[in-house]
């Protein structure tokens, strides 16, 4: 019976690390850590209610990391290191299996594979996070990334920003026009003489949605960088935008702070503290 009751204790144990690297990218960064600088994530100021902490796989490797948030089925922010390079715009959509509850598939997949192969049904899939059909047919929104596939260096890591968990919906203007700029020139310019770049882009989340109510339209868009020169923080600086209006204010990384402490009620901190605030 002894020996019985140390191999059913065994089995417990190993059943609950099986566990635990099944939901691994879901309750921490734990598996990703190397996109934010000094392996420091925002402060919980961000967090929602119903948080997911996702670390993108895609092709057998991450590419960024998102904190998801399945209430309000938008991400609350992606962290990405900066690497912009030309490439062809990728056309796939895809979909994260572990917010399913269904699936321990590790790696986005697209909705019609975890469908037909997987037989996860289209209604578990649209449980936690918005799917192709919630951005269908939106006037005057896009499904604007947080991390741009344009700041990505190869296809793998393109085709990876494009999952739902990683755009919201994007005042159209803004997104073909402004928030381009800023994301296309502006960051060349701003990174001249960084040897790496760490971006946090978020969404803060607005009080009206689309979809009859499945999704989020954040009130405002933002984003933060911290610019490492020979692996030291140099500078660092912030872009916050009204998600109904083509205007984009550039701001210092501690301003930019400020305004989302404003905006979330609870003080909020972005980087390590070795990134330049002012």
């Known amino acids: 019976?002894?020996?019985?009751?140390?191999?059913?204790?065994?089995?417990?144990?190993?059943?609950?690390?099986?566990?635990?690297?099944?939901?691994?990218?879901?309750?921490?960064?734990?598996?990703?850590?190397?996109?934010?600088?000094?392996?420091?994530?925002?402060?919980?100021?961000?967090?929602?209610?119903?948080?997911?902490?996702?670390?993108?796989?895609?092709?057998?490797?991450?590419?960024?990391?998102?904190?998801?948030?399945?209430?309000?089925?938008?991400?609350?922010?992606?962290?990405?290191?900066?690497?912009?390079?030309?490439?062809?715009?990728?056309?796939?959509?895809?979909?994260?299996?572990?917010?399913?509850?269904?699936?321990?598939?590790?790696?986005?997949?697209?909705?019609?594979?975890?469908?037909?192969?997987?037989?996860?049904?289209?209604e578990d899939i649209k449980k936690s996070q918005a799917v192709y059909d919630d951005y269908r047919g939106l006037k005057g929104l896009d499904r604007g990334h947080l991390n741009p596939s344009g700041h990505m260096d190869n296809d793998e890591s393109k085709m990876a920003t494009f999952t739902l968990t990683n755009v919201v919906p994007q005042d159209s203007d803004l997104n073909d026009s402004q928030w381009r700029v800023y994301e296309d020139i502006k960051m060349i310019g701003k990174t001249k003489g960084c040897t790496s770049t760490y971006v946090i882009t978020g969404a803060v989340p607005g009080k009206t949605s689309v979809s009859n109510g499945r999704v989020n339209r954040p009130s405002h868009i933002w984003s933060a960088a911290c610019c490492l020169e020979n692996e030291k923080p140099a500078k660092a600086w912030g872009a916050i935008a009204e998600n109904d209006k083509n205007q984009v204010e550039e701001l210092s990384l501690g301003k930019l702070e400020e305004k989302l402490t404003e905006l979330y009620g609870k003080t909020v901190i972005l980087f390590n503290n070795a990134c330049p605030r002012q």
């Open 1 to 122: 019976p002894a020996t019985l009751l140390g191999l059913l204790l065994l089995l417990q144990v190993l059943a609950s690390c099986l566990w635990l690297g099944h939901s691994e990218v879901l309750n921490s960064f734990d598996s990703c850590p190397q996109f934010f600088y000094a392996g420091t994530i925002p402060n919980d100021a961000l967090n929602p209610k119903n948080p997911a902490w996702i670390c993108q796989r895609f092709r057998n490797a991450y590419h960024y990391a998102t904190l998801y948030d399945r209430d309000r089925r938008i991400p609350v922010y992606s962290a990405y290191i900066y690497h912009p390079a030309q490439g062809k715009r990728p056309k796939s959509w895809f979909v994260e299996p572990q917010l399913t509850g269904k699936s321990n598939l590790k790696e986005m997949e697209s909705e019609k594979r975890l469908i037909e192969q997987y037989k996860i049904s289209a």
